[in-house]
T-cell receptor
């Protein structure tokens, strides 16, 4: 299974963009990159996922490098409520020919948004 | 939809007692799973189910039993509670085992074993 590496913590000023990096150098061609976050011991919350192309939704943008060995989650205008642990996870799917279907969590990055 | 619901929210057990943590989802999802989260750690997979009647072990299955008699429910049983099982337990579901997309998590059950 592809492993991910994230910095343990990051700070961001309120209203600025938060850029959270993730390294997944052993990702296979059929595995997706997923991002979840967990706010203060609540259940994890899905943010976004992508395979090759950059993706954007109402919460965030996901930038995946061309070689797919790393990605960046961007929160364009961070608020205090975005303070959370952010998890980067790789997972396969049948339609992409993958076989790793488990959602396996590491320790994530604690993002602290400061006023 | 209520999403993924878990009961109870909090529980205190004595060593050796047994109990069942309840999990239900009303989204007709095939895949359901249980995780535990210890302080400062990420979530670890205990057991999972890819459909009614089918279960399998995750990363840390010892001391826990599961069954899946219906699509909606996926209870987690602690056979003989130990202090090492003090943790926060999360249930999760997603539409299919093999598909792409979001996995939904419940609010968690905070278990203390004394």
């Amino acid at each position: 299974d592809a492993k991910t590496t994230q910095p343990p913590s990051m700070d961001c000023a309120e209203g600025r963009a938060a850029n959270l990096p993730c390294n997944h150098s052993t990702i296979s061609g059929n595995e997706y990159v997923y991002w979840y976050r967990q706010i203060h011991s609540q259940g994890p919350q899905y943010i976004i996922h992508g395979l090759k192309n950059n993706e954007t939704n109402e919460m965030a943008s996901l930038i995946i490098t061309e070689d797919r060995k790393s990605s960046t989650l961007i929160l364009p205008h961070a608020t205090l409520r975005d303070t959370a642990v952010y998890y980067c996870i790789v997972r396969g799917s049948k339609n992409s020919g993958g076989s790793n279907y488990k959602l396996t969590f590491g320790k994530g990055t604690l993002l602290t948004v400061n006023p | 939809n209520a999403g993924v619901t878990q009961t109870p929210k909090f529980q205190v057990l004595k060593t050796g007692q047994s109990m069942t943590l309840q999990c239900a989802q009303d989204m007709n999802h095939e895949y359901m799973s249980w995780y535990r989260q210890d302080p400062g750690m990420g979530l670890r997979l205990i057991h999972y189910s890819v459909g009614a009647g089918i279960t399998d072990q995750g990363e840390v299955p010892n001391g826990y039993n599961v069954s899946r008699s219906t699509t909606e429910d996926f209870p987690l049983r602690l056979l003989s509670a130990a202090p090492s099982q003090t943790s926060v337990y999360f249930c999760a579901s997603r539409p299919t085992w093999t598909g792409v997309g979001e996995q939904y998590f419940g609010p968690g059950t905070r278990l203390t074993v004394t």
